[in-house]
C-alpha cells in the first residue's frame, strides 16, 4: 500500500511516498483535515508560511492520535524571505506557530518573491542567506531535513556551489501534460528528491479526454492515474483535498501503468489552462498588483 511506503533521502531520513496538500484549506477546516488524512493512513503532511494555515496543521497534528515521531511535516519558508536575518525569524516562527519542537521539512518556497515569480534576478545572493539559515536550523536539530520549492536548475547550482549541506528535496509542479523531464532528470541526478505538487493540475487535467481514456483503461480515476504517474517517475506527489472520501482514493493507485502508456502520457500536449488558478505565479500567471491583493485578501480570510 501507497501509504505506507517511502523514499529515503540523502542524510537517511525516511519520509512517505504520498503527502496530504493543503493549500487553500482554511486554518479552520485544516485541523479536522489533518486528522481526518491521519485516520485513512497518511503520515505525511505539506503546508507553507503562505498558505496561512499553519497553526491548523499544528493542531492536527498534535490532536490527531499518532505520535509525532510517526508523522512527516512539511512547511516552506516564504518566498520574500531573502536575507539570513528574515529567514531565522521565519523559520522560528513557524515553529512556534505549529507549537512543533521540531519540523520534519522546511523548504525555500520560490527563488524569486511571488511579485518577481520567473523574472530575469535569480536573486541568488538572497537564497544563499535562506539556505544558510535553514542550514544552521538544520544542524540545530530543529528542522530534520531541508530542500527548495520550484527551484530551476541555476538556482539550484547557486546552492551547490555554496552549500555545506545539499537540498533534499525540490518540490515543483509536475503532471501529466505538464511534466519538466530535463529539470526533473537534472534534479535526480544530484541526489534530489522531486516533489510534485498539484499532480492532478489543480484538477484541469480531468477534462482531458486523452487522459480520461487512459484511466478507463486500467480502470481508475484522472486523480489515480495522475498520482501513479508522478510516482513512477520517482516523484513524491502532493494531492491537495479536505474530502476524506478523495483522500481515501487518492491513495488506492496500488496498479502499474505500462511502459507504452507512461510514454503516452509524458507526450500529452501541453497544458495550455488552469482554469482560475491560471492567475497563480506557478501556473504561468504574473502576480501584478490586482493578482497579489486578491492572494493576499484570499489567504488572510483561510
Known amino acids: 500500500?501507497?501509504?505506507?511506503?517511502?523514499?529515503?533521502?540523502?542524510?537517511?531520513?525516511?519520509?512517505?511516498?504520498?503527502?496530504?496538500?493543503?493549500?487553500?484549506?482554511?486554518?479552520?477546516?485544516?485541523?479536522?483535515?489533518?486528522?481526518?488524512?491521519?485516520?485513512?493512513?497518511?503520515?505525511?503532511?505539506d503546508t507553507a508560511q503562505a498558505y496561512r494555515n499553519e497553526t491548523g496543521v499544528g493542531e492536527g497534528i498534535r490532536n490527531c492520535g499518532v505520535n509525532r515521531s510517526d508523522m512527516?511535516?512539511?512547511?516552506?519558508?516564504?518566498?520574500?524571505?531573502?536575507?539570513?536575518?528574515?529567514?531565522?525569524?521565519?523559520?522560528?516562527?513557524?515553529?512556534?506557530?505549529?507549537?512543533?519542537?521540531?519540523?520534519?521539512?522546511?523548504?525555500?518556497?520560490?527563488?524569486?518573491?511571488?511579485?518577481?515569480?520567473?523574472e530575469a534576478d535569480h536573486f541568488f545572493e538572497g537564497n544563499r542567506e535562506a539556505w544558510r539559515a535553514l542550514e544552521d536550523a538544520y544542524k540545530a536539530g530543529k528542522?530534520?531535513?531541508?530542500?527548495?520549492?520550484?527551484?530551476?536548475?541555476?538556482?539550484?547550482?547557486?546552492?551547490?556551489n555554496s552549500c555545506t549541506v545539499k537540498p533534499m528535496v525540490n518540490q515543483i509542479l509536475a503532471h501529466i501534460s505538464n511534466t519538466p523531464t530535463e529539470l526533473i532528470e537534472y534534479t535526480q541526478s544530484q541526489g534530489i528528491l522531486v516533489e510534485a505538487y498539484s499532480p492532478v493540475g489543480h484538477g484541469e487535467i480531468l477534462n482531458n479526454q486523452e487522459i480520461v481514456k487512459v484511466a478507463q483503461k486500467y480502470d481508475v480515476t484522472v486523480p489515480q492515474l495522475s498520482i501513479r504517474f508522478d510516482l513512477q517517475l520517482g516523484l513524491l506527489p502532493l494531492p491537495k483535498t479536505a474530502n476524506?472520501?478523495?483522500?481515501?482514493?487518492?491513495?488506492?493507485?496500488?496498479?502499474?501503468?505500462?511502459?507504452?502508456?507512461?510514454?503516452?502520457?509524458?507526450?500529452?500536449?501541453?497544458?495550455?489552462?488552469?482554469?482560475?488558478?491560471?492567475?497563480?505565479?506557478?501556473?504561468?500567471?504574473?502576480?501584478?498588483?490586482?493578482?497579489?491583493?486578491?492572494?493576499?485578501?484570499?489567504?488572510?480570510?483561510?
Do not use: C
Open 1 to 45: 500500500m501507497i501509504l505506507e511506503e517511502k523514499y529515503t533521502l540523502t542524510n537517511g531520513v525516511e519520509i512517505p511516498k504520498l503527502g496530504l496538500g493543503t493549500w487553500f484549506i482554511n486554518n479552520k477546516d485544516v485541523p479536522q483535515a489533518v486528522k481526518d488524512a491521519t485516520k485513512i493512513g497518511y503520515r505525511h503532511i
Open 72 to 118: 512527516f511535516v512539511t512547511t516552506k519558508l516564504a518566498a520574500e524571505a531573502k536575507s539570513y536575518k528574515k529567514a531565522v525569524s521565519a523559520i522560528d516562527g513557524s515553529l512556534k506557530t505549529m507549537g512543533l519542537d521540531y519540523i520534519d521539512m522546511m523548504i525555500i518556497h520560490s527563488p524569486q518573491p511571488w511579485s518577481k515569480f520567473r
Open 143 to 160: 528542522l530534520r531535513a531541508i530542500g527548495v520549492s520550484n527551484f530551476e536548475k541555476p538556482d539550484i547550482e547557486n546552492i551547490l
Open 244 to 302: 476524506p472520501a478523495h483522500m481515501k482514493m487518492n491513495a488506492q493507485v496500488d496498479f502499474i501503468i505500462s511502459g507504452e502508456d507512461m510514454e503516452l502520457l509524458k507526450n500529452i500536449e501541453h497544458i495550455k489552462d488552469y482554469g482560475n488558478a491560471s492567475a497563480m505565479p506557478v501556473y504561468g500567471g504574473k502576480m501584478n498588483l490586482k493578482t497579489m491583493l486578491s492572494f493576499i485578501l484570499h489567504s488572510n480570510r483561510r
